[in-house]
């Protein structure tokens, strides 16, 4: 376990109301948070329950023992703490590595905070550069998608599973396209609004203007920076 991870989710932790609603993310750093949150709800420190974001958000407040709820019993939640895989100077985000970001997108705008918990590897002057831009694709769509997108001078793969043969098929059935852009993102907001204008498109990796603090971890402390 990554000590800088470890102090991100410590950080993050902090903020957890006593009672109420929240929004669990994804990922190895949030697996940190949500062990952490089991362990103050056994000892009564907060009564809070959950929104998973994804089937591995479920499975962990399920292993730590966190009250489920959903976005019909609590469509508006304090505040939502997830990962994520790059993070800009105005705080906008690429999501995704882990295929999860098309309800963790929902979950954060159901969410009246989004607290993103990441290790000092993760931030970057300009989105893109490295990481894939991930977007969720219909499966009856796909060969539609990677065309339109080729011809917005976008290269694309499609997403391979680990454990079993062909793409990945995420939480909602879909195909995960990454995207490789031919210089870094400008404006990710834009970017954003144009593929989703894509038919097929379901929802992209981009978050722009939802992250309201950042807690960063590093292998001595953490820091947090706010918008
Ligand atoms: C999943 C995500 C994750 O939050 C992101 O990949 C970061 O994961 P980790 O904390 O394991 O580095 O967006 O869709």
């Known amino acids: 376990m990554s000590k800088a991870k470890?102090?991100?989710?410590?950080?993050?932790?902090?903020?957890v109301p006593k009672?109420?609603?929240?929004?669990?993310?994804?990922?190895?750093?949030?697996?940190?948070?949500?062990k952490e949150l089991g362990r103050?709800?056994?000892?009564?420190?907060?009564?809070?329950?959950?929104?998973?974001?994804?089937?591995q958000a479920y499975q962990l407040a399920n292993e730590y023992k966190i009250p489920l709820t959903n976005l019909d019993l609590n469509p508006e939640l304090i505040l939502t703490v997830d990962g994520a895989d790059e993070v800009d100077r105005r705080l906008d985000l690429i999501k995704g590595g882990g295929g999860a970001f098309f309800q963790e997108k929902?979950?954060?705008?159901?969410?009246?905070?989004?607290?993103?918990?990441?290790?000092?590897?993760?931030?970057?002057?300009?989105?893109?550069?490295?990481?894939?831009t991930p977007v969720e694709v219909l499966p009856f769509s796909l060969g539609?998608?990677?065309?339109?997108?080729?011809?917005m001078g976008i290269d694309s793969s499609v997403r391979e599973a680990q454990g079993k043969l062909g793409p990945v098929v995420t939480d909602n059935g879909n195909f995960i396209l990454d995207?490789?852009?031919?210089?870094?993102?400008?404006?990710?907001?834009?970017?954003?609004?144009?593929?989703?204008?894509?038919?097929g498109v379901v929802e992209t990796g981009l978050?722009?203007?939802?992250?309201?603090?950042?807690?960063?971890?590093?292998?001595?402390?953490?820091?947090v920076l706010r918008k």
């Open 6 to 15: 470890t102090n991100a989710a410590m950080s993050a932790l902090k903020l």
């Open 40 to 55: 103050l709800e056994s000892e009564g420190k907060t009564d809070i329950a959950v929104v998973p974001s994804s089937y």
């Open 207 to 223: 978050f722009a203007g939802m992250t309201d603090e950042v807690h960063v971890g590093t292998d001595a402390k953490s820091y």
């Open 106 to 132: 929902i979950v954060a705008a159901a969410s009246k905070k989004l607290i993103i918990v990441v290790d000092e590897s993760k931030l970057v002057e300009q989105l893109g550069a490295k990481f894939p």
């Open 179 to 199: 995207l490789r852009f031919s210089k870094a993102i400008d404006d990710p907001g834009r970017t954003a609004a144009e593929l989703k204008m894509v038919p």
């Open 144 to 151: 539609f998608v990677r065309r339109r997108v080729g011809a």
């Open 19 to 34: 009672k109420g609603a929240m929004g669990l993310g994804s990922g190895s750093t949030v697996a940190i948070f949500a």
